[in-house]
Structure formats: structure tokens, C-alpha cells
């Protein structure tokens, strides 16, 4: 815990600073949510052909999930919401003429979660 799940699109490679973003992000849980930096865990899914209403040209998306075990307050899952928004802003830079449709999000993770760490 958290669990987090980047997915943006393919023509966001070269403009999306993944590991600063993660970085920063991490840090951003852990003084918002209350998480251990050793549990704060990153995964970027790139997705491919990004279609935004009637368009195909022309847009770039990317979304952030965030997992935590429960028992944030809505406030505090607010701030982390909009604290991702912000970072997003500071390290996607789409491509001239394209428009970037980026969110995210937080949820608890469900009571089945379960994990193992070892060798």
C-alpha cells in the first residue's frame, strides 16, 4: 500500500518525466495519507490510440489510480487527488497542438487485499 497505477497514452512518452512524477507523487503520500516510503509502489501502463469524443488527433490522456487501504478521510483523499493534478501538470508536457486530458483518483482498496514481500 498504496497501489498506483499510471496509464497514458503513447504520444505522451517523450513528454511525461515518469520517474520525477513518481518521485514527487511518493512524497505527496506519504505527508498527505500517513503511507511508509518503503510501501509507496508505482507501475506506468503506456496506452495506445487515445480517442476523446468524435477524435482520434490531437489528444493525449493520462489517469491516475491511487489505492490505499482504508480509513482516509474524504478531505484527506481530496488533497492527495488534487496534489496528483498538480504534479501531473508540472511533468506532462504533450506535444505543440495537442490537448491533455488528465485526472485522477483514490480509492480504498477492497478488505480481500492481501500482499507478501520475499525472494
Partial sequence: MPQITVDYSDNLADGFDRP????????????????????????????????????????????VHIALLPGRTDETKSRLTETALDLLRQYVKPADGQMLHASAEIRDLDPSYRKFEGE
Fill in 20 to 63: 520525477a512524477f513518481a518521485r514527487d507523487l511518493h512524497s505527496a503520500v506519504v505527508e498527505i495519507a500517513a503511507a511508509k516510503p518503503p510501501a509507496c509502489k508505482t507501475r506506468f501502463r503506456r496506452t495506445e490510440d487515445p480517442v476523446v469524443g468524435p477524435d482520434t488527433e490531437g489528444h493525449a490522456l493520462v489517469h
